[in-house]
């Protein structure tokens, strides 16, 4: 059973903005949202994560609606470099049901040059 | 480089055959977690294992089992192996609370022939 719910694919311009949304209506509490992505063939790579608030970091930015349900992942000026599917994880502790890392289908996010 | 160390990167194996998979954690990480990723397929979650003892389990098959021993090292093994258990298998690492980033490995890719 999918945790979180992406679009299969988006679109963006090269250095334009790019919103990727997640919907978690399940998430519980403790459950941190993370975001990962990956290139064809490598490991998953850390984007960014959070729980409540607003989170910054080099890389993007991470927007967690204020019940929770939902978060938007913002890269800022997308650039060919950023071409990959990202991933939208909830992730709780041990012992909650939330407490596997579990990976849905992702978004394919294609930069445009 | 995460600093999530797998081996072999390459491995190639006949149908029946048993193998063995290496990950070396982050140092300092006590979670070790493995997932599978076959080709055109979304990673699955296989297993969890926390300072030595299983955290979490996935869809991970009968034939397969896993470990993490006292220096914190883990190891897949895979056994009776078919057609369709060739795939990319990443081991990721992390201190073990979901507030924490988990980071991956390069993958060992594993081909049965």
């Known amino acids: 059973d999918a945790k979180t719910t992406q679009p299969n694919s988006m679109e963006s311009n090269e250095e334009e903005p790019v919103h990727l949304p997640c919907n978690h209506s399940?998430?519980?509490?403790?459950?941190?949202i993370h975001w990962y992505r990956q290139l064809p063939s490598q490991g998953p790579e850390y984007v960014i994560h959070g729980l409540t608030s607003n989170v910054n970091n080099r890389m993007a930015s991470l927007a967690i609606a204020e019940d929770r349900k939902s978060s938007t992942l913002i890269l800022h000026r997308a650039t060919l470099r950023d071409a990959a599917v990202y991933y939208c994880?909830?992730?709780?502790?041990?012992?909650?049901?939330?407490?596997?890392?579990?990976f849905g289908t992702g978004t394919s996010l294609t930069v445009i040059p | 480089d995460s600093g999530v160390t797998q081996t072999p990167k390459h491995l190639i194996t006949a149908t029946g055959q048993r193998v063995t998979l290496r990950c070396s954690p982050r140092?300092?990480?006590?979670?070790v977690y493995w997932y599978q990723q076959s080709l055109d397929q979304g990673l699955q979650f296989l297993i969890q294992?926390?300072?030595?003892?299983?955290?979490a389990k996935g869809n991970i098959l009968e034939r397969f089992s896993a470990q993490q021993f006292p220096d914190l090292h883990s190891e897949l093994n895979l056994s009776s192996l078919e057609l369709g258990d060739s795939a990319l298998y990443f081991c990721?690492?992390?201190?073990?609370?979901?507030?924490?980033?988990?980071?991956f490995g390069e993958g060992s890719w594993l081909t049965v022939v």
């Open positions: 990721a690492s992390s201190v073990g609370t979901p507030g924490n980033t988990i980071y």
């Open positions: 140092s300092g990480d006590l979670s």
């Open positions: 294992y926390y300072n030595g003892e299983e955290r």
């Open positions: 399940t998430i519980s509490g403790t459950d941190y």
């Open positions: 994880i909830s992730y709780g502790p041990y012992g909650s049901t939330g407490n596997q890392f579990y």
